[in-house]
Each structure stands twice: as structure tokens, then as C-alpha cells.
């Protein structure tokens, strides 16, 4: 599985921002893909995550009710849409993904994409 992410920048607080995260390769069935991020100075931590089949959802606390991951089946893609948006969510965002159901720890995902980096300014 190969996965690319895309769309990050630079927003203002309050604003919106969507990522994607585009898989090709070996189907990835009853899995799930999953949002990271690393912040500066800090460790990666886990955002929110989907499972490929049924979509169930998973969110962190600090994302919860600010964030909506969604999937598109029909194109392989994962989508990250991010709401009000706060400085302390500046950070490089990686997908990733596994062919079990959700996880949210780093190391329980096979695969990962090259991460894109979102910037919040106050």
C-alpha cells in the first residue's frame, strides 16, 4: 500500500483546512487509515482514524468536534477536514494505514505517507 498526503499550508487560527490522503496499491479491505501528526519539539500523536469498510470514526480528544474524517471508496482516498483551527495544531500530518481495524498508536500501522505540513497562525 502506498499512500500520499496532500493539502497542507498555512491558515489563519479560527480558519479550515482539509487534507487527503490518497491510497494505491494492495486493498486495503476491513483496515483503516489513521491521521498522525508531530508537532514541533514534540512526538507524533494521533488525530483521528476510519475504518475502510464501515467507516466508523475515532477522534483524539483535542480534535473531537473540530475535526470530520471521511473516505471515499471509489478513489482510494481518506479525508481529513479540519475546522477552527488553533495554532497548537500546526504540525506535520501523516496518513497511514493497516489491514486490521483501527488503531491508535504508531507502531500498530503498516504503512505510512510522507507527511504534509499545516501551519496555523495566530
Known amino acids: 500500500v502506498q499512500l500520499q498526503a496532500s493539502g497542507g499550508g498555512v491558515v489563519q487560527a479560527g480558519g479550515s483546512r482539509r487534507l487527503s490522503c490518497a491510497a494505491s496499491?494492495?486493498?486495503?479491505?476491513?483496515?483503516?487509515v489513521g491521521w498522525f501528526r508531530r508537532a514541533p519539539g514534540k512526538e507524533r500523536e494521533f488525530v483521528a482514524a476510519i475504518t475502510w469498510s464501515g467507516g466508523r470514526t475515532y477522534y483524539a480528544d483535542s480534535v473531537n468536534g473540530r475535526f470530520t474524517i471521511t473516505r471515499d471508496n471509489a478513489k482510494n482516498t481518506v479525508y481529513l477536514q479540519m475546522y477552527s483551527l488553533k495554532p497548537e495544531d500546526t504540525a506535520v500530518y501523516y496518513c497511514?494505514?493497516?489491514?486490521?481495524?483501527?488503531?491508535?498508536?504508531?507502531?500498530?500501522?503498516?504503512?505510512w505517507g510522507q507527511g504534509t505540513l499545516v501551519t496555523v497562525s495566530s
Open positions: 496499491g494492495r486493498v486495503l479491505g476491513g483496515g483503516a
Open positions: 497511514a494505514a493497516r489491514h486490521s481495524t483501527v488503531a491508535v498508536t504508531t507502531s500498530q500501522y503498516d504503512y
